[in-house]
């Protein structure tokens, strides 16, 4: 099974601000299969991106992700005040899926 | 617009079966380029990938749960259902059925449902 790893764990910063957050797979991961997912309090987790820098329907483009191999990234250029959630890296290989343990982002 | 919806009991007692259906709105679950998936996340943890289907039956299952996972699907109703055989309180989560894509979006779940949440508990 592949290992996803996030960091950091929590990530404070204010409005207006970049951030930026980490995927690390325990192997390779092909670019084709890692996605990024927002999740908010008591909602479904949103897909943001897939195939690793691909933007989903409606996500804005200050969201992009980029990477491969084992390390990944999820850049949000200037955190607006609805971006402040928890996200999620998550792969398919080998047959199974998962994913990380989660990044969230607060205000600082 | 497709929707997905979890439905089920929200409490189940230890060694019971779980077991959740997924009712698909807006569109075909016998649609070539999808998979159906079942996915928990346990109260404060990541997500975790239960299993998948495809309409014709064919299913996949996370090798960590050890067998306990049938998936099934009924085209009729435009359904597809979970059993978890023998829970324990470590089962405890928030259920989602969802959508894996695959002819764009690949290895990732662009649709999903709202959720429903299963305490095992006596």
Known sequence: EIVLTQSPGTLSLSPGERATLSCRASQSVSSNYLGWYQQKPGQAPRLLIYGASSRATGVPDRFSGSGSGTDFTLTISRLEPEDFAVYYCQQYGSSAFTFGPGTKVDIK | ?122
């Open chain 2, 1 to 122: 617009q497709l929707q997905l919806q979890e439905s089920g009991p929200g409490l189940v007692k230890p060694s019971e079966t779980l077991s959740l259906t997924c009712t698909v709105s807006g569109g075909s679950i016998s649609r070539d380029s999808y998979y159906w998936g079942w996915i928990r996340q346990p109260p404060g943890k990541g997500p975790e990938w239960i299993g998948n289907l495809y309409y014709t039956g064919s299913t996949s299952s996370n090798p960590s749960l050890k067998g306990r996972v049938a998936i099934s699907v009924d085209r009729s109703k435009n359904q597809f259902s979970l059993k978890l055989t023998s829970v324990t309180a470590a089962d405890t989560a928030v259920y989602y059925c969802a959508r894996r894509e695959t002819i764009v979006t690949l290895g990732t779940f662009d649709i999903w449902g709202q959720g429903t949440m299963v305490t095992v508990s006596s």
